[in-house]
């Protein structure tokens, strides 16, 4: 079935009106301007949910991937360089880019650390609960042979739930700093868990 060439251009010609849009938008962001944020959110926000969900598979951790990429619209807006790829582009790229982070970091903590307070009901066996306590020291005694930074970071993200971009603006550290030291950690903590060379507290 052949493709109608009005169709085609109509898209493009639409396409082409959406960036040149965006573009604009992305401008007066960066000069502080609210009601371009806002109107930037509202256009792009459920392409932006949309790739998050598809790679994070959790609707709660696409809302903070959401949230970690608009905030840094926010900031780096004025860093945008249209010669350098679409406006959509740019921020589906550092969706994806905090989407990957994100899913990577949960899958270690998912896997192997259930709190005592999540059991249910029916798991409430004595037997049940110090498995749980067990795997808990576990995890921090893995914690405790970290380096202070790495520590620190890890829990600002996953105990209290900070996004990199939030992190970053907390402490002040780097963006890829605070990236480096929480992928190096998680790997080390998933190693220490794995053949059990978690110290005992």
């Not at 960066?30 to 959790?58: C, H, Q, W």
């Not at 608009?70 to 004025?78: I, P, T």
């Not at 030291?181 to 998680?186: D, M, P, T, V, W």
Request: charged fraction near 25%; aromatic fraction near 6%.
């Amino acid at each position: 079935m052949s493709t109608n060439p009005l169709h085609s251009l109509d898209a493009r010609v639409t396409a082409q009106r959406a960036d040149e849009n965006h573009a604009l938008l992305i401008d007066r962001i960066a000069r502080r301007d609210e009601d371009a944020f806002n109107a930037f959110y509202e256009a792009t926000m459920p392409r932006v949910y949309g790739l998050a969900l598809a790679i994070t598979k959790s609707p709660d951790m696409a809302e903070d991937v959401v949230i970690d990429v608009f905030l840094q619209v926010w900031r780096n807006a004025a860093k945008y360089d249209g010669k350098r790829g679409r406006p959509l582009t740019w921020l589906l790229i550092m969706c994806r880019s905090r989407a990957i982070d994100a899913a990577a970091g949960s899958k270690f903590l998912l896997a192997e650390w259930e709190p005592l307070s999540a059991c249910t009901a029916v798991e409430e066996q004595p037997e049940h609960q110090l498995a749980v306590l067990q795997r808990e020291r576990a995890v921090a005694s893995a914690l405790n042979q970290l380096s202070a930074i790495q520590r620190r970071l890890i829990g600002l993200a996953f105990f209290r739930g900070l996004s990199h971009g939030e992190i970053n603006a907390a402490t002040d550290i780097p963006l890829g700093t605070v990236k480096t030291h929480i992928r190096k950690g998680l790997k080390t903590l998933a190693g220490l868990l794995a053949d059990g060379r978690a110290r005992k507290l």
